[in-house]
């Protein structure tokens, strides 16, 4: 049977590019010379440490403009609450999001179900595979999917005919 898989991945090697391009703007900007603004990533998080809140906003904002440029979806980004750190320093995670949670499985689940196409969803782990009888169905599947699922950034892969 034809069937695709869900998923919520992130290129993560374009995530690593972003934040080193996000750096190497932070060392040359006049207004960032002197300060303990700097960006991290470790693993699948993402620290920004600056002086202030408007400081890490200007980080996130210029981290955004570096994704969006590396067609990365910022609905992959996750924020955090600021901290604050020794000083008057202070420091915001940032996760990056990998896999469907639970609850936003068995909402898409619930949709695909309610939506009378003639395929059927089932949660694997941290994606969900649709399967149906005719390529057809599964093609406005992911179509119906892309249009209504607009709070997760979700890709389809590994489509069988």
């Known amino acids: 049977m034809p069937s695709f898989d869900t ?4 290129n993560l090697v374009e995530v690593k590019n972003a934040v080193d391009n996000t750096a190497k703007e932070i060392g040359t900007r006049f207004d960032f010379k002197g300060t303990a603004a700097a960006i ?27 994704l ?19 000083g008057d320093k202070v420091k915001v995670v ?3 999001k990998d896999g469907i949670k639970a609850e936003d499985a ?6 695909i179900k309610d939506s009378k196409l003639k395929v ?6 941290e994606s969900v595979r649709v399967t149906g009888a005719k390529r ?17 950034p979700l890709t389809f892969n590994n489509f069988r005919d």
Do not use: H
């Open 7 to 10: 998923v919520c991945e992130a």
């Open 68 to 86: 969006t440029k590396r067609e990365v979806d910022v609905r992959f980004i996750d924020k955090g609450e600021t901290q604050k750190m020794g």
């Open 120 to 125: 059927q969803a089932a949660i694997q782990g």
């Open 106 to 111: 068995k909402k898409l689940q619930r949709f």
């Open 94 to 96: 940032l996760s990056v």
């Open 40 to 66: 991290e990533l470790k693993d699948k998080e993402i620290t920004l440490i600056g002086d202030a809140d408007f400081q890490l906003s200007q980080i996130e904002d210029i981290l955004r403009g570096k």
């Open 136 to 152: 057809d169905d599964l093609q406005s599947a992911m179509a119906v999917i892309k249009k209504e699922m607009t709070d997760l």
